[in-house]
């Protein structure tokens, strides 16, 4: 009997990328066939991002590719964009199943359901927000290097810009015991580095009784054998306490990179964000991370053309995201979301300023990444060898743990070891090397 074929694609965040994988796993321990999504298959998963406006369009164009690709297929549409707007995912032709963000562990029963009863299309999309405990996704088996490990779901900050709390519900941090012994597979699957990652990852164990947080939780993995590289995906600032940070360097595995998000360098527009933290807090926390760790990458996201951003505010984000000499900035334009407070905000700034506005931080941070790289020049650094650059795999590329991509020349039976590269040139987005 043929196997059923199945194709899955993802948008957005690494918290995406964990669970297609996941989900992919999934239709594997049920017999199902792996397909690349631009081939027929008899499944199509898409599962979406609602970050931005963007990522509304993105999703919808997927799902039209999947229906044209293969009409008879059953079509599944998951993630934030299916949660947050599944009678809107459910008006397109073609589409099947939408299940949302949660009983994701449940989707092959699911469409193994709408595949014999024939009524379609499902809204499967649950209440995300009566969700009080963390769904268990399988153990996976990933093709990379680079181990993901999703240790918390949902978020309770309610920027007033964001749509992720509606779209992933209330805090629930996976166990302890449940997050070691995935960390264990993972280590005996034979990954070098694990990413720790979630959707408010600082939150960790912030709604379990007793003492757990991230710092207990860094504690305990870095406690395991044969783990070399500890990272972080992302950590906001009000997070960051000093006990956290102590833990952090004071852990011989943890990367010296760490994703700050900071959305605007100005106190009036962090305020009408309903962001926890000023300047001056964030400030502190870049001085004492670099004095604990040096050479470590403080990463972050900006925001430009917040509701009421004058260009005054613009200027003093500016100005401080100089100052803080991030090692690399990820811009955003404003995106009025529905059912966020500031989607009724006055003062939008037009489409126009907000694009040039981008323009200006993003050629700030390109800047400030050279500069960043070009300290790294002449000096060694351990490099996670990770996927071949050229067709003749004579060159490959990888990450520093301070988050600088090198390319240098390596055999393929050195992909997923941590080699020392010798820094050479600094070139556009990386640093050209050499294996000592």
């Not at 920027?159 to 941090?173: Q, T, W």
């Not at 947080?213 to 870095?222: D, F, G, M, P, T």
Request: overall charge positive.
């Amino acid at each position: 009997m043929k196997k059923k074929t199945v194709a899955c694609t993802t948008l957005g965040c690494k918290v995406n990328q964990y669970e297609s994988s996941a989900i992919v796993q999934l239709f594997m321990e049920k017999g199902y066939k792996i397909t690349d999504f631009n081939d027929y298959a008899d499944v199509y998963v898409i599962n979406t991002c609602t970050v931005t406006h963007m990522g509304d369009r993105k999703s919808r164009q997927l799902i039209r590719r999947a229906t044209r690709t293969n009409p008879g297929a059953v079509v599944v549409v998951t993630g934030c964009y299916a949660q947050t707007s599944p009678a809107e995912v459910l008006d397109i032709p073609g589409v099947d199943l939408v299940v949302g963000t949660k009983d994701r562990s449940k989707i092959v029963d699911l469409v193994e359901g709408v595949g014999l009863e024939g009524n379609r299309p499902v809204n499967a999309v649950a209440d995300i927000m009566s969700a009080d405990t963390f769904e268990e996704l399988p153990a996976l088996v990933q093709n990379r290097v680079r181990g993901f490990l999703k240790i918390q779901e949902g978020c309770d900050n309610y920027c007033a810009y964001c749509i992720v709390p509606y779209a992933r519900g209330p805090l629930r941090s996976r166990s302890l015991e449940s997050v070691l012994e995935e960390t264990k597979k993972l280590l005996d699957q034979g990954f070098k580095e694990i990413v720790l990652t979630g959707i408010h990852t600082g939150a960790y164990g912030k709604d379990a009784a007793g003492d757990l947080n991230l710092a207990v939780l860094v504690e305990k993995i870095s406690e395991l054998r044969g783990l070399r590289r500890l990272r972080l995906s992302s950590l906001e600032p009000q997070d960051a306490d000093f006990n956290l940070i102590d833990v952090l360097v004071s852990s011989p595995i943890v990367c010296r990179h760490l994703h700050l998000p900071l959305q605007s360098g100005d106190d009036r527009v962090l305020g009408l964000m309903r962001r926890r933290y000023g300047t001056e807090h964030y400030r502190k926390l870049v001085q004492r991370l670099r004095k604990k760790m040096p050479g470590v990458a403080i990463t972050t996201d900006i925001m430009v053309g917040f509701p009421g951003e004058k260009e005054e505010n613009f200027r003093n984000s500016l100005n401080f995201v100089r100052e803080m000499e991030f090692a690399d900035l990820h811009v955003f334009k404003y995106s009025p979301r529905r059912g966020t407070a500031a989607a009724s905000f006055k003062d939008q700034v037009p489409a126009a300023e907000k694009e040039a506005r981008s323009m200006q931080l993003i050629k700030v941070g390109k800047k400030l990444r050279l500069g960043f790289m070009s300290d790294f020049v002449g000096e060694a650094s351990e490099v996670l060898v990770e996927q071949p650059r050229s067709e003749d795999n004579n060159l490959y590329e990888g990450l520093t743990d301070n988050y600088i991509k090198m390319i240098f020349p390596a055999k393929p039976s050195l992909r997923g070891e941590i080699v020392k590269v010798w820094g050479k040139k600094v070139e556009d987005d990386h640093l050209t090397g050499r294996i000592i």
